[in-house]
């Protein structure tokens, strides 16, 4: 039999186990492939003035002037300073991002102070990274507040330092100086003598020991319940052992630490869909299989191709089927479909060059596109916002940095079984015109909201019917609270309510009878609601493409059986200027999209309300307001929504337009 690299047989072991037979045992064998620490990163180090020199280097100029240009503009200040108070005020208030921010803030800063050393190798930029380094080490923990378990173990509110919690923030803190390590060691041994030993001591205690001691970290999965968690740190952790256990008597270490980030990311692979979706949405997927992605290329590095999951002549199929996921879920410019805890219009800033790199990799040239089509020719091709890791990678790699800006595919059809998520637009590879998307699926999902049934309708690329998406974190959301935040709930999405009872949270709660067609989802949602005697509430709704006339159509139909009579009532929230009337709706929707005209019959009672949007996570989104009607069809068994290009300054049916928000003239 081949040698097994893993103790988990899943697609990486498959993959892997051949290529290493012969040797005696998984250490051995790894042990055997792996590259040096001072080769195992695919950056050249800043001894390379070729490449890291801000005048003459091949490393990406535009960049390395603006990360100088803000990295010049904070040196003498202050460092930001992490407190006691604001690490508590997770457990006092709930506020968990005052004191991630103040944790992130100082990580940025020492990312533009690396990247300032890099390109000048000036002794006062050595000192700004020494600085931050020292920082990080000083620094009790490394875990994020809201992630550790002192509180659950202890009754404290700070963090226990004898037990150090592995969790993201543990996770950016080690691959940081990991990192920083690899590109400066040579300058800081000259200059700081002590201080990359002091970072060996800090990284052992916190992440590789904990990694390798405990095995029953929730984000392993091995439970079978895997998510972004599991590629994001053994991502980290890999960076950490490929270049700070550089020691020879470390050797087996190393190669162990290397294996199990294999047997976990191996488990990441093995539940991720042959179509390549993600079910916590778009945003996520920069943080969950574009993390397994960009780990598995660097263990291809640092195993001088010998494990290669990314291998164009035989790419792991899920890993390939991914990297076309996130312009399968494009509407058109900045806007995505977001499903769960994701932004319909998420940062733009996002690690482009990952996903280029990842397409040039395994042959997708639509999701090459995509990327691309971020990329504008002499601008920096990335920032620190992503990391330190990113960063590098993306100004070392010539492709990226001297991609053409290309079209982005925008597919006319799609349709992701292992979520049931449908995405139509009229037309193959522009925004114009109407798009929809419905989504079936269940209500125990990574980042769940309660939308099982739920439609987004857009237009010019631009949502109008939305999903709100999420507000800022706090310890509420991922607590046994999360369903009284608003956002979260059934009763803010497009789906009906039952005798004022919203959807549930489990797995049980899930579509029925999903059959999808051309440009339509058909889907029982009676399921969903834990109403007795319900016995069908069927939604059908199509995008019916008729050239000029193109438009949405949502048909439901219901058979509430012995819960009848009672309450029902269908919810469709709405973003932009919206004015309701007997019978039907016009929106006018942001950036300047093409106003819609919704309608329905003319005897269906509407009732407004309007959602007022403090929260920047939101209103940075949608602005001031979202708006929700709620159809009363408590004496009906069916109901009719069409969503249509708008007549220019007509409303669904007749009559005014209130422009500063929502009218209701002449609603029933």
Not at 393 to 422: E, N
Not at 575 to 594: K, N, S, T
């Amino acid at each position: 039999m081949p040698t097994t690299l893993t103790g988990f047989a899943g697609p990486l072991a498959a993959a892997f186990g051949a290529r290493l037979d012969g040797a005696p045992d998984r250490r051995t064998a790894l042990a055997s492939v792996l590259l040096d620490a001072q080769r195992a990163l695919p950056v050249a180090p800043a001894t390379d003035r070729a490449v890291w020199s801000a005048t003459t280097g091949s490393a990406d100029r535009p960049t390395l002037a603006t990360t100088l240009a803000r990295a010049d503009g904070e040196r003498g200040a202050a460092w930001p300073l992490p407190l006691a108070s604001t690490a508590a005020r997770l457990h006092r208030d709930g506020d968990r991002t005052g004191h991630e921010s103040l944790v992130l803030a100082r990580q940025a800063r020492l990312t533009r102070a690396v990247v300032a050393a890099a390109a000048t190798l000036d002794d006062a930029w050595l000192d700004e990274v020494a600085d931050g380094v020292w920082a990080l080490c000083e620094q009790s923990t490394w875990c994020w507040p809201a992630h550790d378990d002192a509180r659950a173990a202890r009754g404290w509110v700070l963090p226990d330092v004898g037990r150090p919690f592995l969790d993201l923030g543990a996770g950016e803190v080690v691959g940081q100086l990991a990192w920083t390590d690899h590109l400066l060691g040579d300058a800081l041994d000259a200059r700081y003598p002590g201080l990359r030993e002091r970072v060996r001591t800090e990284a052992r205690a916190r992440v590789i020991e904990p990694f390798v001691e405990r095995r029953d970290w929730h984000w392993l999965g091995l439970d079978g319940d895997v998510h972004n968690w599991n590629p994001w740190i053994h991502g980290n952790v890999l960076v950490a052992a490929l270049r700070l256990l550089d020691d020879p008597a470390d050797a087996g270490l190393r190669a162990h630490v290397v294996d199990l980030v294999v047997e976990g990311l191996d488990r990441y692979v093995a539940v991720l869909p042959a179509d390549g979706a993600i079910d916590e949405g778009y945003e996520y997927w920069w943080n969950g299989a574009c993390r397994a992605i960009e780990a598995l290329d660097l263990l291809a590095h640092a195993t001088g191709g010998a494990l290669d999951a990314l291998d164009p002549a035989d790419p792991v199929p899920a890993l390939r089927a991914t990297v076309a996921f996130p312009h399968r879920m494009h509407l058109g410019g900045d806007w995505y479909l977001d499903l769960a805890d994701g932004r319909a219009r998420p940062p733009a800033a996002q690690p482009w060059h990952a996903l280029h790199r990842a397409a040039r990799r395994v042959g997708d040239d639509d999701a090459r596109r995509h990327a691309a089509s971020y990329r504008a020719p002499g601008e920096p091709a990335a920032d620190e916002s992503q990391g330190l890791g990113r960063l590098l990678r993306a100004v070392t790699d010539d492709a990226w940095v001297g991609a053409a800006p290309a079209a982005p595919p925008l597919p006319r059809d799609g349709w992701l079984a292992s979520t049931q998520v449908l995405l139509a637009r009229e037309d193959d590879g522009t925004p114009r015109g109407l798009a929809l998307a419905v989504k079936g699926g269940h209500n125990a999902e990574h980042h769940n909201h309660n939308d099982v049934g739920s439609f987004v309708v857009a237009s010019d690329g631009v949502p109008v019917v939305v999903d709100a998406g999420r507000p800022t974190y706090t310890a509420q959301t991922f607590g046994p609270d999360r369903y009284a935040i608003w956002t979260m709930q059934s009763s803010w999405h497009n789906v009906p309510e039952i005798a004022g009872t919203p959807q549930e949270v489990g797995a049980v709660f899930a579509a029925r009878d999903v059959e999808p067609g051309d440009a339509r989802l058909r889907l029982d949602l009676a399921g969903v609601y834990p109403v007795d005697g319900v016995r069908t509430w069927r939604r059908d709704a199509r995008l019916e493409r008729t050239g000029d006339a193109a438009r949405v159509v949502v048909h439901d139909t219901w058979d509430l059986g012995a819960a009848a009579p009672c309450a029902a009532v269908v919810r469709l929230v709405l973003a932009g200027e919206v004015a309701v009337e007997r019978g039907g709706a016009r929106v006018v929707p942001l950036d300047g999209a093409p106003p819609v005209a919704l309608t329905w019959d003319d005897d269906v009672a509407v009732e407004v309300d309007v959602q007022v949007l403090s929260d920047p996570m939101l209103s940075d989104v949608w602005g001031e307001r979202l708006t929700r009607l709620t159809l009363d069809v408590s004496d009906r068994t069916e109901l009719t929504v069409t969503v249509a290009r708008a007549a220019d300054g007509t409303n669904a049916r007749s009559g005014g337009t209130d422009a500063a928000g929502t009218s209701l003239e002449g609603a029933p």
